[in-house]
């Protein structure tokens, strides 16, 4: 069994920073998954953010790109977001999830483990 567990979330004005983690365990899994952040605003669809391959090789949504950065450490089983230039757009619950077989890394359905959630709140 893979569980997923999301920290990092808060509240922060529009132009700075946060960086969301992720602690994986089932170890064997993670490490040759696809792993992913998606993000779901109230009253809208869970949309893809990032996606990381077993290889190191990263997809991001055309509205985060140049700010954010995903990263994996599968030595530490964690997965990173790094969130820079924020705007109230942002706001959403943050979610990672993790894909044995993904083709498209911004597609939800491909992902097969998924964490909690973590709050990410833009303030004007």
């Known amino acids: 069994q893979v569980e997923l567990l999301e920290s990092g979330g808060g509240s922060v004005q529009a132009g700075g920073s946060l960086r969301l983690s992720c602690i994986a365990s089932?170890?064997?899994?993670?490490?040759?998954?696809?792993l992913a952040w998606f993000r779901q605003a109230p009253e809208k669809e869970r949309e893809g953010v990032a996606g990381?391959?077993?290889?190191?090789?990263?997809t991001y949504a055309d509205s985060v790109k140049g700010r954010f950065t995903i990263s994996r450490d599968d030595n530490q089983n964690t997965l990173s977001l790094h969130m820079h230039r924020l705007n109230t757009d942002d706001t959403a619950i943050y979610y990672c999830?993790?894909?044995?077989?993904?083709?498209?890394?911004?597609?939800?359905?491909?992902?097969?483990?998924w964490g909690q959630g973590t709050q990410v709140t833009v303030y004007s």
């Open positions: 089932g170890y064997t899994y993670t490490r040759h998954s696809t």
């Open positions: 990381i391959a077993s290889d190191g090789s990263t």
């Open positions: 999830a993790a894909g044995s077989l993904v083709a498209d890394r911004l597609q939800k359905l491909e992902y097969d483990y």
